[in-house]
């Protein structure tokens, strides 16, 4: 947790245990908390799988199991719904992390010669829009 502080001069505060500044020396200064606040949650990031006529559907489960932890079910529905509508949302992450996992993706399909590829949008947005 952030705490946002200002330093007051010992003559400014009523304090008693403070000693009072010495006419030849710096004077002192004490931080006085002035209020709490919450760190900003992370922006997220969505990663979107592309259709392409090319990479087999097992494949797309098998990934989806492996990066993105997905039960059968699951990375069944998402690569359905990848083959019909050309694209699904496989995870949501911070931006680091949603980095990584699209570039495990690609790696992992070029390794095994499919031309598979994502996107990462910030979540929230759609085709450029912020909402």
Do not use: W
């Not at 007051?8 to 000693?19: F, L, Q, R």
């Not at 932890?69 to 690569?79: G, N, R, V, Y």
């Amino acid at each position: 947790m952030k705490r946002i502080a200002r330093i007051v001069s010992v003559a400014e505060t009523a304090s008693e245990t403070a000693p009072p500044p010495v006419k030849d020396r710096m004077p002192s200064f004490v931080i006085v908390a002035v209020g709490k606040t919450e760190p900003a949650e992370p922006p997220l990031y969505r990663i979107i799988l592309l259709n392409d006529d090319f990479t087999p559907m097992s494949f797309v489960v098998d990934i989806l199991r492996r990066l993105f932890h997905k039960s059968s079910d699951e990375a069944t529905e998402i690569m359905l719904k990848v083959h019909y509508s050309g694209s699904a949302e496989c995870g949501t992450f911070t931006r680091e992390v949603a980095e990584t996992k699209a570039q495990q993706v690609e790696e992992s399909a070029r390794q095994n010669s499919h031309p598979l590829r994502c996107r990462i949008e910030r979540d929230g947005e759609r085709d450029g829009e912020r909402g």
